[in-house]
């Protein structure tokens, strides 16, 4: 009864190399979120989507993108993977209309050799 | 803008021990406020919640109070058990910013010992 689903749990990219991570959920939520979260730190949200509508966090480098072709579905790109980039992604999804809690898929762990 | 303060860890308590993590908030209007706890390799859950002044979340013996008047939402148990080790965060949201986003204070790290 997993209701937010992140595939694939690990992956290994290698330097340069594009790499999609998808997310899907069955809540039925207008709103998607992806964060990146490095080693000892707090997540970070580099952009949402409220239904089609797409919202970049500011700092969110170039090289990160994202797509969401229906609303079960949601995709993260990263077009040229640097060292840098390692970390966990983390999907999630939200109601907004009252500021309920978000709820968080497990996880991909990305490792860029 | 929006922020948390938590407690820097890390904090290590033996078994049965009281626990306590401070968290303060900054926002404006009237935020929900969150817990959410990481084990090793995993996504986040939320543990508990509370969306308005006064309110105590609780769940699995912690709990927390939303203190407007202090600003702070502390995160307590009585007697923390060994499978509590985790990473926490404390987060709130509120309904004037970016659609319900979240935002997190930098995480305290739980070690508990037999």
């Known amino acids: 009864d997993a209701m937010v689903i992140q595939n694939p749990r690990y992956q290994v990219t290698q330097f340069g190399k594009p790499v999609t991570l998808s997310c899907s959920q069955t809540l039925n939520h207008n709103v998607m979120y992806w964060y990146q979260q490095k080693s000892s730190q707090a997540p970070k949200l580099l952009f949402h989507?409220?239904?089609?509508?797409?919202?970049n966090e500011a700092d969110t480098p170039d090289n990160f993108q994202s797509r969401r072709p229906n609303t079960s579905f949601c995709f993260l790109d990263i077009r040229s993977p640097g060292l840098g980039d390692a970390a966990m992604y983390l999907c999630a999804t939200s109601r907004p209309a009252d500021a309920t809690e978000a709820f968080f898929g497990q996880g991909t762990r990305l490792t860029v050799v | 803008g929006d922020s948390v303060t938590q407690m820097e860890g890390p904090v290590t308590l033996s078994e049965e021990a009281f626990l306590t993590i401070n968290c303060t908030y900054t926002?404006?209007?009237?935020?929900?406020l969150f817990w959410y706890v990481q084990y090793p390799g995993e996504g986040l859950q939320l543990l508990l919640k509370?969306?308005?002044?006064?309110d105590k979340g609780s769940n699995k013996g912690f709990e927390a109070t939303y203190r407007k008047e202090t600003t702070s939402f502390h995160l307590e148990k009585g007697s923390v058990q060994v499978s509590d080790s985790a990473v926490y965060f404390c987060?709130?949201?509120?309904?004037?910013?970016?659609?319900?986003?979240?935002?997190f204070g930098r995480g305290t790290q739980l070690t508990v010992w037999p």
């Open positions: 509370a969306t308005k002044a006064d």
């Open positions: 989507y409220y239904d089609k509508d797409f919202n």
């Open positions: 987060a709130l949201s509120n309904r004037g910013s970016t659609l319900g986003r979240l935002y």
């Open positions: 926002a404006t209007g009237y935020p929900s």
